[in-house]
């Protein structure tokens, strides 16, 4: 066995290092950093439309590279359409006899509302009950900032941080509760100043222990 495991491993190890000798891995990057230059172009563009079609002059000097700043920005504001929870979590997941609550409470979070393209920002509040497996606390925190570096709206963000987290550790429960502001309630529409939403889910035990629940919820939410 450990002799085809080495013949694995020489085969696999002589297949880079043709793909490296051939040029294989640099013509690779440099094809997606022409279609990501391209895709910032086409932004940018998109952009340029709209300042003129709102009756601004795109040749005046403060907006000269305003299209650019704007496509570069909405790319970051997206980032995590490019990132996903198994990139992050590649040996951050642990075997470890701990089975009691563990609260990673207050993770800023910041997003764009899909229906408006206007920015919704608040906190995020994460709980799971380990099955054998933890994960780095940080770790925790990027789910988060790859699920909202993407068009949202509040009431998913929250299940798809709460399903990334039980597919990844088969816990005995995850919970997520995020309080935000949305500027599209602000800054337009009803305009009010001091309204905050707040949206829960519960997997496992959280679903189905009242008591648990309870517990995560006095300690993540209390002030």
Same mark, same amino acid.
Not at 167 to 181: F, H, S, Y
């Given at each position: 066995?450990?002799?085809?495991?080495?013949?694995?491993?020489?085969? *696999?190890?002589?297949?880079?290092?043709?793909? /490296?000798?051939?040029?294989?891995?640099?013509?690779?990057?440099?094809?997606?950093? &022409?279609?990501?230059?391209?895709?910032?172009?086409?932004?940018? /563009?998109?952009?340029? +439309?709209?300042?003129?079609?709102?009756?601004?002059?795109?040749?005046?000097?403060?907006?000269?590279?305003?299209?650019?700043?704007?496509?570069?920005?909405?790319?970051?504001? +997206?980032?995590?359409?490019?990132? +996903?929870?198994? &990139?992050?979590?590649?040996?951050?997941?642990?075997?470890?006899?701990?089975?009691?609550?563990?609260?990673?409470?207050?993770?800023?979070?910041?997003?764009?509302? *899909?229906?408006?393209?206007?920015?919704?920002?608040?906190?995020a509040h994460i709980a799971y009950l380990p099955n054998k497996k933890v994960v780095g606390l940080s770790k925790l925190a990027r789910i988060v900032e790859i699920y909202s570096?993407?068009?949202?709206?509040?009431?998913?963000? +929250?299940?798809?941080?709460?399903?990334?987290?039980?597919?990844?550790?088969?816990?005995?429960?995850?919970?997520?509760?995020?309080?935000?502001?949305?500027?599209?309630?602000?800054?337009?529409g009803v305009q009010k100043m001091n309204a905050s939403t707040v949206t829960s889910v519960m997997l496992g035990t959280f679903q189905d222990n009242p008591t648990t629940r309870?517990?995560?919820?006095?300690?993540?939410?209390?002030?």
């Open positions: 066995m450990e002799y085809q495991h080495d013949i694995e491993i020489n085969g *696999e190890d002589k297949y880079l290092n043709i793909c /490296k000798h051939n040029g294989l891995f640099e013509k690779e990057k440099d094809s997606k950093d &022409d279609t990501d230059s391209n895709k910032l172009s086409h932004i940018e /563009k998109a952009y340029t +439309t709209i300042l003129g079609e709102l009756g601004e002059d795109v040749d005046r000097e403060g907006l000269l590279r305003t299209p650019l700043r704007a496509a570069k920005a909405m790319q970051f504001f +997206t980032k995590g359409y490019k990132e +996903t929870t198994q &990139d992050i979590l590649n040996d951050a997941i642990f075997d470890e006899n701990h089975d009691e609550m563990v609260i990673v409470k207050d993770i800023e979070l910041f997003s764009l509302c *899909e229906h408006h393209l206007v920015p919704f920002f608040g906190k570096r993407r068009l949202q709206v509040q009431e998913r963000l +929250t299940k798809q941080i709460a399903s990334a987290i039980s597919e990844a550790l088969e816990p005995a429960g995850v919970a997520v509760v995020i309080e935000a502001a949305h500027m599209c309630m602000v800054m337009r309870k517990e995560f919820l006095d300690l993540a939410i209390r002030k």
